[in-house]
């Protein structure tokens, strides 16, 4: 019952956001001023070098944060196309398989079992958001967002009323299951690498905001590396209500919002936003075609491992 109210309510802002974005379309959206900023950035060579540079190794930083937990001897790059196929997948379809692929991909090692990979991907997207989240609030407080404290207190209080109430509902066959996943949340979190695995991948969200930041400078808008970390941690986390493949409309919406907190006219927040995530998606496409001539992998087994997903 939990679950089902969740995700109606996962879509519920999906479906707003969309809207949203069918609201700047219609007011902002412009074919010449897309064009000709498009033009703009990609032709801006140095500031294109910058924002490709700096994405890469946002991936490269997340690829070793997620090597340095539990006790994996694989070699980097396969953590690397990991990353890349999940990406890649992420922006072809409407739903987050690529994680299921991102698990796949550490799993079809013999010394890797899928339930170990399954929860290493797990702990990485917990430290993700936890990592955007906070740069988020921050953000917000120096910025000057309206922020309720007496909502987020009773947010805080609401979930932690749910998961004692989960707990107690949970059937006793689960609790092994949770105790033995627990048990290695403590062995990676309470070991001498775990500072340097939550600062990893810190560096890589600081290092994707460049994309923002480049784009911005690209087009010469004033925006401040600061600004850029805030834009882009609020824009990225709100990718938990993807509704479409890339969360396409979700990403636009957002960041458009996060751009005019910061004084930029609603039309060019919007243009902005739409070449950076089209930069992201012709990232996301380069990267995954390397990862399939590097790394391949069939569909065959991409769809073996999303029937393996519940485990």
């Known amino acids: 019952m939990g679950k089902k109210l ?20 219609l007011n902002f959206f412009d074919v010449q001023t897309l064009f000709i900023q498009t033009k703009q950035f990609f032709s801006n060579y140095h500031w294109l070098l910058f924002t490709t540079v700096c994405y890469f190794f946002a991936f490269l930083f997340r690829a070793a944060a997620w090597r340095m937990y539990g006790e994996n001897k694989q070699p980097i790059s396969l953590f690397l196309y990991g990353l890349y196929y999940s990406l890649f997948f992420n922006h072809i379809f409407p739903i987050k398989i690529g994680d299921v692929v991102r698990i796949g991909v550490l799993a079809n090692k013999k010394e890797v079992s899928w339930d170990t990979a399954a929860h290493s991907v797990v702990v990485m997207r917990v430290l993700d958001l936890l990592c955007l989240g906070l740069f988020s609030f921050i953000g917000a407080m120096f910025i000057g967002v309206s922020l309720s404290y007496t909502f987020f207190l009773q947010l805080i209080i609401v979930l932690a009323a749910a998961c004692i109430l989960f707990l107690f509902i949970l059937r006793k066959k689960w609790f092994a299951f949770y105790l033995k996943h627990m048990s290695l949340v403590r062995e990676a979190f309470f070991h001498k690498k775990a500072l340097g695995m939550v600062s990893f991948v810190a560096l890589s969200w600081v290092l994707e905001a460049a994309v923002v930041y480049g784009v ?18 609020v824009t990225v986390a709100a990718q938990v209500f993807q509704f479409a493949p890339g969360g396409l409309a979700t990403y636009e919406s957002v960041m458009s919002f996060a751009l005019v907190q910061l004084d930029m006219d609603w039309k060019d927040a919007y243009h902005a936003a739409l070449i950076t995530h089209g930069y992201k998606f012709i990232f996301s496409y380069v990267v995954g075609a390397v990862a399939f001539i590097l790394h391949p992998i069939s569909l065959t087994q991409v769809k073996a491992w999303r029937t393996k997903k519940g485990e």
């Open 6 to 25: 969740l995700r109606r309510l996962i879509l519920v802002i999906s479906l707003l956001l969309f809207v949203s974005f069918l609201s700047l379309s």
């Open 216 to 233: 911005l400078q690209a087009l010469e808008f004033k925006l401040s590396f600061l600004h850029a970390i805030w834009v882009n941690s």
